[in-house]
């Protein structure tokens, strides 16, 4: 069965690190464009980060820029956000999202873009 489990949540002080694994099992991760969500109370959805299935490409929302990085290892077929520098506006339920495809070279960071969606992971960043 096809599912995205996320891992890696949690309460973390301003300015420190939280990384997120999202695992895709039963997917084939060559073909597999991914992106990261969140939505912190009372907002919308936001896209945080998308990577192409190839990994060559690799984009991210103006307010995370320089401070997350989205890798991915298709052996494992495990996703990764590094979350260094965090905010208190950082806070919200964060969620991977997937999509398969065959552009090597596709990355989006609309929901609507991906069917496949994992249960989400809180991140309270507080002091």
């Known amino acids: 069965q096809r599912q995205l489990v996320e891992f890696g949540g949690g309460l973390v002080q301003p300015g420190g690190s939280l990384r997120l694994s999202c695992a895709a099992s039963a997917f084939n991760s060559d073909y597999l464009a991914i992106a990261w969500f969140r939505q912190a109370p009372g907002k919308e959805r936001q896209g945080v980060s998308c990577?192409?299935?190839?990994?060559?490409?690799?984009n991210y929302a103006d307010s995370v820029k320089g401070r997350f990085t989205v890798s991915r290892d298709n052996a494992k077929k495990t996703l990764y956000l590094q979350m260094n520098n965090l905010k208190p506006e950082d806070t919200a339920v964060y969620y991977c999202?997937?999509?398969?495809?065959?552009?090597?070279?596709?990355?989006?960071?609309?929901?609507?873009?991906?069917?496949?969606w994992g249960q989400g992971t809180q991140v309270t960043v507080s002091s």
């Open positions: 999202a997937a999509t398969v495809t065959t552009v090597q070279t596709l990355c989006l960071m609309t929901s609507l873009s991906y069917p496949y």
């Open positions: 990577m192409s299935p190839n990994g060559g490409v690799a």
